[in-house]
């Protein structure tokens, strides 16, 4: 044996190491221990207080002490993975939920009576997750009928189309009437499947199983929002699969406690995309893949939501960007126009109501010159030779 060896082995303490009780001189590991055996009128504190300094763990003990220590940092701390309580709902007509003309056609069945949906009483984080109602949102009612079909018979919905048109705002603002919480996530390139589901990080000193948003929406069940779905690469998407047929969440890599994540009665998944899953066939949505096509048939509804009426858009855009109808009619119809150029190949872009609004808005500020707020809301993004064709179409109808 070396004398390095010697050296080392003989500064590792052992149970021989112990320390002298100062009370009685009995030789021992733990003061503590031994005064509440033996001395039942000493506390630790008394004993500190009357000999400063002395030792009260052996090296032995602190040995042990650091060891639990240290077996304690790495130790994996689970998060509790009980599924919360299942909501209740009540029935309730539609046109009520919606705020809608109760004869409307849309909101009445074929025997003519009020179609009912069911509205939720959620409590805890899950009241805090319902999204604000926006009143000044204008629904297309059969686009509405779509999604509520969707979350009433438990089937996945899909939402594609240009930006602008509301698909996402269509999920939100029905989760909003109808009180369900609501998990919106944004998905890219860099979209990993430890971000979907969750992952092991540290925490205190700790280790512990972060769950990610798709366990989180499944165990507690809230409306998950599979957002740009379309901008995560189709290898990652694959972790949605048998969560889109409805079967449990394996994740293997997990904790025992969360290998196994069966969905909460009450959750929902639903998508939203610029494309179909096939491609983008207009050279707008840059870094969209073309995605496999087993998962997209995942989704039981796809609906393709499009620009709103004109009159429908005109009343948005006045009540967004507080204009006169008059005034905001015009910005519409220099949306229309501009959609349709693009529809025949002549221009490269489209245009959104949020841009709509912005230029309304931006006109009010310059004394209602709503050509110049056209040109900084949108004009000013185009190519050299879009933004010659809009500024035309501007001074032709803003005069």
């Not at 044996?1 to 009780?21: F, G, R, W």
Request: aromatic residues 8%; neutral net charge; glycine residues 8%.
């Amino acid at each position: 044996m070396s004398a390095a060896t010697a050296v080392q082995q003989a500064a590792v303490p052992t149970k021989a190491d112990k320390i002298e009780c100062l009370v009685d001189g009995a030789m021992v590991h733990v003061i503590k221990t031994h005064l509440a055996n033996n001395h039942p009128d000493w506390s630790l504190d008394r004993y500190k207080a009357e000999f400063p300094g002395a030792k009260t763990l052996s090296p032995y003990a602190e040995m042990i002490a650091m060891q639990k220590r240290a077996e304690e940092a790495q130790k994996v701390v689970p998060i509790t993975s009980a599924k919360s309580a299942e909501m209740v709902y009540e029935r309730k007509p539609m046109h009520e939920v919606f705020g809608i003309d109760p004869s409307a056609p849309a909101v009445l069945n074929k025997r003519g009576q009020p179609i009912q949906v069911s509205v939720g009483q959620p409590t805890g984080d899950g009241l805090l997750l319902v999204p604000d109602v926006d009143k000044n949102y204008i629904f297309d009612l059969e686009l509405v009928k779509n999604v509520l079909m969707g979350f009433e018979m438990r089937i996945n919905v899909y939402a594609w189309g240009f930006h602008g048109t509301g698909k996402t705002s269509l999920f939100e603002q029905v989760c909003a009437r109808t009180n369900r919480p609501f998990l919106r996530i944004q998905h890219t390139a860099n979209t990993e499947e430890s971000h979907i589901v969750g992952q092991f990080v540290v925490q205190n000193g700790a280790t512990i199983w972060q769950p990610g948003p798709l366990m989180d929406a499944m165990l507690n069940g809230y409306v998950y929002c599979a957002d740009e779905y379309d901008f995560a690469m189709p290898s990652v998407l694959s972790v949605y699969q048998p969560v889109l047929e409805g079967k449990p969440l394996v994740v293997k890599d997990a904790p025992p406690e969360y290998r196994v994540i069966r969905p909460h009665k009450d959750f929902r998944i639903c998508g939203t995309g610029n494309t179909n899953g096939s491609g983008d066939e207009t050279g707008l949505y840059q870094g969209t893949q073309i995605q496999n096509a087993a998962n997209y048939s995942r989704f039981g509804i796809t609906i393709e939501v499009e620009y709103m009426e004109a009159k429908v858009e005109t009343a948005i855009v006045a009540s967004q960007a507080g204009l006169k109808k008059e005034d905001a009619a015009k910005i519409v119809k220099f949306a229309g126009e501009w959609r349709e150029a693009f529809k025949a190949g002549k221009v490269s872009t489209t245009i959104s109501p949020r841009e709509l609004i912005s230029a309304g808005k931006i006109g009010i500020m310059k004394g209602s010159d709503y050509g110049a707020g056209m040109q900084l809301a949108f004009i000013n993004r185009m190519t050299r030779i879009d933004k010659k064709a809009a500024q035309e179409f501007a001074q032709r109808i803003f005069g």
